[in-house]
């Protein structure tokens, strides 16, 4: 595999010919710690709350007096903020109540652990930063941060190199519950966990080759046991640019797989993008349009809502039927045919700007390009042309109703947008959905988001703080897995299986605490639970505890190995929550030696025919009915000598 820098100037591999695609990996990394960063308080979720509080935050001026961008866009939403919170997960330092306490210990040497495996220059002192957000995900109204190291590198297969930016170890940030018009309610369990967060320097390559960068960072991690394992754990953003375009993060990748999906379609995005804008260029300039921010005339705003107030569109209908809306039309002045244009399937114009707005509560956007249509009929627009002087087959408008304390937000995005059309990609932070797309969340932020944290004391690293943290950083990952493989006698295939997967921890627990096979153990725990959640079944309620409770049950020979994936499979479709009712609702308690004999002798004299023609060689069929009676109550090995056996008895 052959991954470059992003200033190589060679062939760049990706299927899109055009546009050379540059990759820029943040990895979120939640750290192994009992406590959260800037209190004692514990790590682990919880599904109850015990108390709320709301909250309504705002932008203030950074110290150099101006506002960070990404805040005020976050600020023109009007929401508010309600908290859920539990004691055991929670304190007055997550409501902002009381200042934090110092830098948890345990994650400050983690990151530290980081920093030296990536070869890493660490800093002599660290100081924590306060970096903005106010989506209501921190209850301060920003993330405290702090630089641990810069440069670097990553080994990765074929013995190339990934050069490193920055190691930062920072808190994460409260988990969203419900996100409406009007409010947006959080959980304050996760809100302080430690995060290292690691930012490599942009790369060219493949999707899939991108993806492997992430998986053997991900590896490095995972080697150390100093990172928590299972969904959520770990969030991958990218900085994505093209030839000719601005840098696009996208944040809340969590899988290898929506990761290359993501970089597939951000390419395809943005190239679209800068088609679009070429032909804005050449439209604009067909008709000798010049940017003008004097020219009023060209984002001509009309209020159109007596326009529409008998509308036969079921959308204009049900929002006017709503107290206080109102419907704003703006001009396009030369982007007739520009809004509907598209260059790739679902790469439109008009979309991007419905992206854009609808965080206002909008109840729809309507374009030129595309009416009459969704019930909105040729009177209604010849009417809008009219009251903005739209000139056909020059100019287009756009149109959107919400209610009137955020429509002006909504329109001055809208144009803003459109002035910013001619120049392709707009910088701006997008969100992956789970299906490898990706959509507009806010712009991005600017350099006024940072600024110094006065409650919490530097902390100075020298060599006294980090010798005695060497020995503990991790070995490589082809070290690691020869390990695993000699220490539990698996072959490469499962050892690589279980050291990826989130029940790695699981697995030791399990092969120690009994006397089941580590093989046999790593199989149940990664190929069946992969089977099963390709089936579409939920495997992640199959907690730790049920799958030792079944290791604990096959070791102590009340069950047996075939049923192990039955008792799985079963407890995911009936949703049972306790194996026993699981193996009781199977009828799996294991047979009695008579009772398996009894069985026995009885399919062998049901099939005396069978083994008079065949003789021993009938002992595969014979095998696969007793199974299938038996239905894992019994164990396989047991079965075949037994039946070996008594066919050996019957032919003599």
């Known amino acids: 595999m052959t991954i470059r820098p992003s200033g190589s100037e060679s062939k760049h591999p990706y299927s899109l010919s055009e546009p050379t695609v540059r990759v820029g990996l943040e990895i979120h990394q939640q750290l192994a710690s009992e406590n959260k960063l800037f209190c004692d308080c ?5 599904e109850t709350s015990t108390l709320t509080f709301l909250r309504k935050l705002r932008p203030a001026y950074s110290e150099l007096g101006v506002y960070d961008p990404a805040a005020l866009f976050e600020a023109t939403k009007m929401k508010s903020i309600k908290y859920h919170c539990h004691p055991s997960t929670s304190c007055l330092v997550e409501a902002d109540e009381e200042p934090p306490h110092t830098i948890n210990e345990s994650s400050l040497e983690s990151a530290l652990v980081f920093a030296m495996a990536l070869h890493s220059k660490i800093v002599d002192e660290i100081h924590v930063m306060r970096k903005i957000v106010i989506d209501g995900s921190n209850t301060t109204g920003f993330q405290r941060t702090m630089l641990i190291a810069t440069g670097g590198f990553l080994e990765i297969e074929g013995n190339d190199r990934i050069g490193v930016q920055s190691v930062c170890l920072e808190e994460d940030a409260a988990r969203l519950l419900l996100d409406n018009d009007t409010t947006r309610e959080y959980s304050l369990d996760r809100l302080g966990v430690p995060l290292v967060e690691i930012a490599l320097e942009p790369i060219i390559g493949t999707p899939q080759q991108i993806a492997q960068v992430a998986l053997t960072l991900g590896r490095l991690l995972r080697a150390s046991k100093r990172v928590q394992r299972g969904i959520g754990s770990i969030r991958q953003d990218v900085n994505i640019s093209i030839d000719g375009g601005s840098v696009v993060e996208v944040k809340g990748i969590q899988q290898l797989d929506q990761l290359v999906k993501v970089i597939e379609f951000e390419a395809i995005r943005q190239h679209g993008l800068i088609r679009i804008a070429a032909e804005v260029v050449k439209r604009r300039k067909t008709m000798q349009l010049e940017n003008n921010d004097n020219d009023v005339d060209e984002f001509k705003v009309e209020d159109v809502t007596d326009l529409l107030k008998h509308s036969a569109s079921r959308t204009v209908a049900r929002a006017l039927e709503k107290e206080d809306t109102q419907f704003m039309a703006i001009k396009a002045k030369g982007f007739h045919g520009v809004l509907g244009y598209e260059p790739y399937e679902g790469v439109r114009l008009g979309r991007q700007l419905a992206e854009l707005v609808r965080f206002y509560g909008v109840a729809g956007v309507f374009h030129s390009d595309e009416l009459p249509n969704y019930g909105i009929n040729e009177s209604e627009v010849t009417s809008i042309k009219r009251k903005l002087d739209i000139a056909d087959s020059i100019d287009a408008f756009v149109m959107i109703g919400s209610k009137s304390d955020r429509i002006q937000f909504a329109v001055d995005s809208i144009i803003l947008r459109l002035k910013q059309s001619a120049k392709g990609v707009p910088p701006e932070t997008r969100a992956a959905t789970l299906d490898g797309r990706t959509i507009f969340i806010r712009p991005r932020p600017g350099s006024s988001r940072m600024y110094p944290e006065t409650d919490v004391l530097p902390v100075q690293v020298d060599e006294s703080t980090l010798n005695p943290l060497r020995k503990s950083i991790p070995k490589s990952f082809h070290s690691y897995i020869q390990d695993i493989m000699q220490r539990y006698h698996l072959n490469q295939k499962l050892a690589i299986q279980i050291f990826d997967s989130d029940r790695l921890s699981l697995f030791e627990d399990i092969v ?11 199989s149940k725990i990664t190929e069946d639970l992969t089977n099963l959640k390709r089936q579409g079944l939920p495997t992640d309620r199959l907690y730790d505890q049920i799958i030792r409770s079944a290791f604990r049950l096959l070791d102590e020979g009340f069950i047996v190995k075939e049923s192990i994936p039955l008792i799985f499979e079963t407890m995911l479709k009936k949703e049972f929550d306790d194996v026993y009712k699981a193996v009781h609702s199977l009828g799996l308690e294991q047979v009695s030696d008579v009772e398996l004999d ?11 025919p069978l083994i008079r023609e065949k003789g021993s060689d009938s002992l595969g069929t014979l095998m696969g009915r007793s199974m299938s009676v038996l ?5 396989g090995k047991k079965v075949n000598s037994k039946l070996r056996s008594k066919i050996e008895q019957n032919l003599s």
């Open 598 to 608: 009894a069985l026995l002798d009885k399919i062998v004299v049901d099939n005396m």
């Open 631 to 635: 239905r894992g109550r019994a164990d």
């Open 42 to 46: 514990s790590n682990k979720a919880v």
């Open 512 to 522: 120690k605490g009994t006397k089941v096979q580590p093989t046999f153990v790593a």
